[in-house]
């Protein structure tokens, strides 16, 4: 089938990581530059993360936790803020990074002059490509991340008399060593770093420290004409108008020794010819790319450079098609970061160039990662969520003690973030400790089951399901008389995600109970859980102990003093009108409690709850980052204001995009926030509300 091309067009190699190109296949992946003669391409590999496995249970936690909700509900939030911080954090209470594995660098001798340079990234086709004259000769570079074979595949043509000689190296920072097989294979081994967790520390510059897990890079030629050598460290090339080489990578999350496995990887696809592997990739990606259409009027791709359009739509231009390129761009990402198989997207999806990453590149349950996959479903990706899926039963068993130890609940919970290794421990400061990370997760399995109607994924979901409400149920605790949810089941304690208010004293704090989205997650986590139980008609015991909870649920509340949705149990002022997150809007979207339709009231003060933010944001990226813009706009789309929305997202391109269409989080660029414009448009096109459409 013949379709419109899909291409982010550009007219010079890509000088930095937010203009470059991204391929991947789930699990491994490349950011790839472009330059003529003097290319380097990032590697990276989803289980490349410092540290490891560790035990971070707070050794003070003994009895703390009654004694902090005790101080709570008497409204002593600093005294209960410094017991938690020392009783129940995690010990040490920070996590380690994601890393990349190393670079491929790429020598063409015989420089000429350059002409009609161009450089592309197909998203039908997943290849990132640049071709150019050089003294008259064509020179075409592809480069494509292999799902089905599980290699990096990088192609060089030319049509020159007399082509030039390459040189292939493999190149890391920190201790590695490089070496040759009798396959004529150039190798890397190194480690990722023992210890990588100093982001937004006074130390952060620090260099990572020790040796962690073991990883391997392999690169070989496939047969072919020309002569090819490894020497010095260098696979060289020459006399070859077509050169094909192959990548590998592994690490020891996986595979017990991963050189080993990345010689069966490369073996495997050694036995197919380019043309083999490249059509084998796009049949694979298609299957999956093509199953989702967006045609908003204008051709999304519309053959002019994307620095152009996006420079002619700061200017005031109208361009709807580039709109519809973003979304397809959107599952392009999680595609390509997220397959069956491979671990969830990161806050980077799957790529970094930095030890030290943003964040840490790591899993953010508060808003980034649910972000990263609300395109998932609605646009054909439903296997895209599977890396959910698995991760999420392979943390039950330390997710279960962290709720048992800590909070002496049954089943399981997880907090604000995570890594590869699976900690559910509260980490960083205060706003960590919000165990309702599970829950969150758990809507998104929810949908999976929902949307595929399978029951064998219904027979994985629900046992998620049914340890995320047995903790919800058994931490909820009743409001003591005097306290604003007297009588009514409320958290205790709890956080609005990263979010601070004043007391009655004008005193600032994050620390309080019954904040209105924890309440929001339960309702939504105890809707969906009636829903399986239904599906499986069983534990007919459970189901009446979630409805008798969800008939004791404080209701959304609606601010006396702002006429917006009220964000704490109490009605406290904000400390920051116009913070970043929009916690107490969940129950709007991505919940459904909130509609134009059935709560015409509370959605006039999720309105007025929006438009306070807007007066109070600064009017510039470090106000609204990307997430930022995506979330809002899904929230103006379900309240019908398709106006807002779109003024959102032109916001979001116009001054939160890079060139490569990541977003920018304040200073630095993400993936995962990314993915939430296609969920946006997808919003404002077609409103699903739980049971309606």
Same mark, same amino acid.
């Given at each position: 089938m013949t379709l419109p091309p899909l291409l982010l067009r550009y007219t010079a190699p890509a000088e930095h990581f937010t203009s470059a190109a991204m391929v991947g296949n789930g699990r491994l992946g490349a950011v790839v530059f472009g330059h003529t003669h003097r290319e380097r391409m990032v590697l990276n590999e989803d289980s490349c993360w410092a540290g490891g496995p560790k035990d971070r249970l707070n050794p003070l936690r003994a009895d703390a936790l009654a004694r902090v909700r005790e101080l709570l509900f008497a409204g002593r939030h600093e005294e209960a803020d410094t017991l938690a911080r020392e009783h129940l954090l995690a010990t040490p209470r920070t996590i380690d990074s994601y890393q990349p594995m190393g670079e491929l660098a790429l020598r063409q001798g015989w420089r000429g002059p350059i002409s009609d340079y161009r450089r592309w990234l197909d998203l039908d086709g997943a290849v990132a490509g640049c071709e150019w004259r050089e003294n008259g000769a064509l020179h075409r570079r592809l480069v494509f991340a292999s799902a089905v074979d599980q290699v990096l595949v990088i192609r060089h043509e030319t049509d020159a008399a007399t082509p030039p000689p390459f040189a292939f190296s493999l190149e890391r920072e920190g201790p590695h060593s490089t070496d040759t097989d009798d396959h004529g294979d150039l190798l890397l081994l190194g480690h990722a770093d023992a210890r990588a967790d100093r982001y937004g520390s006074d130390s952060a510059n620090t260099a990572p420290i020790g040796q962690g897990m073991p990883i391997a890079l392999r690169i070989r030629r496939l047969p072919g004409e020309g002569k090819c050598r490894v020497f010095d460290g260098r696979l060289e090339i020459s006399e070859a108008r077509s050169v094909t080489v192959l990548v590998a990578l592994a690490t020891g999350f996986r595979a017990t020794a991963p050189s080993d496995a990345c010689r069966t990887a490369l073996d495997a696809a050694a036995r197919f010819s380019a043309d083999e592997l490249l059509a084998r990739h796009q049949a694979d990606h298609r299957a999956l790319f093509r199953r989702f259409h967006l045609d908003l009027g204008a051709p999304a791709d519309d053959g002019r450079p994307l620095p152009e359009r996006l420079a002619a739509l700061r200017a005031g231009a109208s361009d709807p098609g580039l709109i519809a390129l973003v979304v397809q761009h959107r599952r392009y990402l999680l595609l390509a970061a997220s397959r069956p198989g491979s671990l969830p997207s990161n806050l980077q999806g799957l790529w970094t160039e930095q030890r030290q990453g943003p964040w840490n590149s790591d899993y953010h349950f508060n808003?980034?990662?649910?972000?990263?996959?609300?395109?998932?479903? *609605? #646009?054909?990706?439903?296997?895209?969520?599977?890396?959910?899926?698995?991760?999420?039963?392979?943390?039950? *068993?330390?997710?279960?003690?962290?709720?048992?130890?800590?909070?002496?609940?049954?089943?399981?919970?997880?907090?604000?973030?995570?890594?590869?290794?699976?900690?559910?421990?509260?980490?960083?400061?205060?706003?960590? +400790?919000? *165990?309702?990370?599970?829950?969150?997760?758990?809507?998104?399995?929810?949908?999976?089951?929902?949307?595929?109607?399978?029951?064998?994924?219904?027979?994985?979901?629900? *046992?998620?399901?049914?340890?995320?409400?047995?903790?919800?149920?058994?931490?909820?605790?009743?409001?003591?008389?005097?306290?604003?949810?007297?009588?009514?089941?409320?958290?205790?304690?709890?956080?609005?995600?990263?979010?601070?208010?004043?007391?009655?004293?004008?005193?600032?704090?994050?620390?309080?109970?019954?904040?209105?989205?924890?309440?929001?997650?339960?309702?939504?986590?105890?809707?969906?859980?009636?829903?399986?139980?239904?599906?499986?008609?069983?534990?007919?015991?459970?189901?009446?102990?979630?409805?008798?909870?969800?008939?004791?649920?404080?209701?959304?509340?609606?601010?006396?003093?702002?006429?917006?949705?009220?964000?704490?149990?109490?009605?406290?002022?904000?400390?920051?009108?116009?913070?970043?997150?929009?916690?107490?809007?969940?129950?709007?979207?991505?919940?459904?409690?909130?509609?134009?339709?059935?709560?015409?009231? +509370?959605?006039?003060?999720?309105?007025?709850?929006?438009?306070?933010?807007?007066?109070?944001?600064?009017?510039?990226?470090?106000?609204?980052?990307?997430? #930022?813009?995506?979330?809002?706009?899904?929230?103006?789309?379900?309240?019908?204001?398709?106006?807002?929305?779109?003024?959102?997202?032109?916001?979001?391109?116009?001054?939160?995009?890079?060139?490569?269409?990541? #977003?920018?989080?304040?200073?630095?660029?993400?993936?995962?926030?990314?993915?939430?414009?296609?969920?946006?448009?997808?919003?404002?096109?077609?409103?699903?509300?739980?049971?309606?459409?």
């Open positions: 808003i980034n990662l649910q972000m990263n996959y609300w395109v998932a479903e *609605p #646009t054909g990706l439903g296997e895209c969520a599977e890396p959910l899926l698995d991760w999420a039963e392979s943390i039950v *068993p330390a997710s279960e003690r962290t709720a048992r130890e800590l909070y002496g609940c049954r089943g399981w919970t997880l907090h604000h973030l995570s890594d590869c290794w699976g900690a559910t421990e509260p980490f960083d400061g205060i706003w960590g +400790l919000w *165990p309702w990370g599970g829950a969150w997760l758990c809507l998104h399995l929810h949908d999976h089951w929902r949307y595929s109607a399978e029951p064998a994924v219904l027979a994985r979901v629900w *046992p998620l399901l049914r340890g995320a409400a047995r903790f919800a149920l058994d931490f909820l605790v009743e409001g003591p008389p005097g306290t604003a949810h007297a009588g009514l089941l409320t958290t205790c304690p709890s956080h609005s995600p990263e979010n601070a208010f004043l007391d009655a004293a004008g005193r600032r704090s994050k620390f309080t109970y019954g904040c209105t989205m924890d309440l929001g997650l339960c309702r939504a986590l105890f809707a969906a859980c009636i829903e399986e139980l239904d599906a499986l008609d069983t534990d007919p015991a459970l189901r009446a102990e979630i409805v008798a909870a969800q008939l004791r649920l404080p209701p959304p509340a609606i601010s006396a003093r702002t006429g917006g949705i009220q964000e704490w149990a109490e009605d406290f002022a904000d400390a920051d009108p116009g913070h970043r997150h929009v916690s107490p809007l969940f129950d709007l979207h991505p919940g459904s409690v909130i509609s134009r339709r059935h709560t015409p009231e +509370l959605a006039e003060a999720a309105a007025a709850s929006l438009r306070r933010k807007a007066a109070h944001q600064a009017d510039d990226t470090y106000g609204q980052p990307g997430w #930022t813009l995506n979330w809002l706009a899904c929230l103006w789309a379900r309240l019908g204001d398709g106006e807002q929305a779109h003024a959102r997202l032109l916001r979001l391109l116009t001054h939160a995009s890079t060139p490569n269409l990541w #977003t920018f989080a304040y200073d630095q660029a993400q993936a995962a926030d990314a993915c939430g414009t296609a969920a946006a448009v997808c919003e404002m096109l077609v409103h699903d509300e739980g049971q309606e459409l």
